[in-house]
């Protein structure tokens, strides 16, 4: 099975703030067509997850482009740039590549 | 609007069964793959079952495999999670959820939820 680590498990930061949270997925998770099968959630207390990117950088329909990933192989990025207030929640990663289909450990994003 | 409504949840001793409904509405059911995901309390998102569109192919994750039945009506527009042998631990709100391009680009609608407690 192919284990997920997020990192780090919680964040602080202002608004106006740009953030970095990294998944390392136990083996590679591209594909021989290059296809990156690492995806993004927010969650907001109370609430079901929310895909944010898929693909590793594929912005999902509307999704604000502060939002953005990459990442090949094993090592894999979402960066938040320009905080707003409504985007402090849990962030997630998954990977899709095979079953069963593992997500991250979340990353809870704090207002400092 | 594309909606998916689980029902079925509720409190079970340890040891019972219980089975789970998620009604899918306003997309084409029976063209997409399915997942149920559950996330205990406090706790991150964990990974259940994958059902393909034509239940040709179904996963499980190894905690509730051979426990965990998933299955899918799509004549009804439903996906069902027969839930046997149930344990402390399986304590958590189960979200159904559809799979993009059979789940390698994520998945993109989910339900609200539906609560599970298994205590006596």
């Known amino acids: 099975d192919i284990q997920v680590t997020q990192s780090p498990s919680s964040l602080f930061a202002s608004v106006g703030d740009r953030v970095t949270i990294t998944c390392r997925a136990s083996?590679?998770?591209?594909?021989?067509?290059?296809?990156?099968?690492l995806n993004w959630y927010q969650q907001k207390p109370g609430k079901a997850p929310k895909l944010l990117i898929y693909a590793a950088s594929s912005l999902q329909g509307g999704v604000p482009s502060r939002f953005s990933g990459s990442g090949s192989g094993t090592d894999f990025t979402l960066t938040i740039s320009n905080l707003q207030p409504e985007d402090f929640a849990t962030y997630y990663c998954?990977?899709?590549?095979?079953?069963?289909?593992?997500f991250g450990q979340g990353t809870k994003l704090e207002i400092k | 609007e594309v909606q998916l409504v689980e029902s079925g949840g509720g409190l079970v001793q340890p040891g019972g069964s219980l089975r789970l409904s998620c009604a899918a509405s306003?997309?084409?059911?029976?063209?997409?793959?399915m997942n149920w995901v559950r996330q205990a309390p406090g706790k991150g998102l964990e990974w259940v079952s994958y059902?393909?569109?034509?239940?040709?192919?179904?996963y499980y994750a190894d905690s509730v495999k051979g426990r965990f039945t998933i299955s899918r009506d799509n004549t009804k527009n439903s996906l069902y999670l027969q839930m046997n042998s149930l344990r402390a631990e399986d304590t958590a709100v189960y979200y159904c959820?559809?799979?993009?391009?059979?789940?390698?680009?994520?998945?993109?609608?989910w339900g609200k939820g539906t609560s599970v407690t298994v205590s006596s």
């Open positions: 059902i393909t569109s034509g239940s040709s192919t179904i």
């Open positions: 083996q590679s998770i591209t594909s021989q067509t290059n296809s990156d099968y």
């Open positions: 306003a997309f084409s059911f029976s063209s997409y793959s």
């Open positions: 959820a559809r799979g993009v391009n059979s789940n390698h680009n994520g998945v993109d609608v």
């Open positions: 998954q990977q899709s590549y095979t079953a069963p289909y593992s």
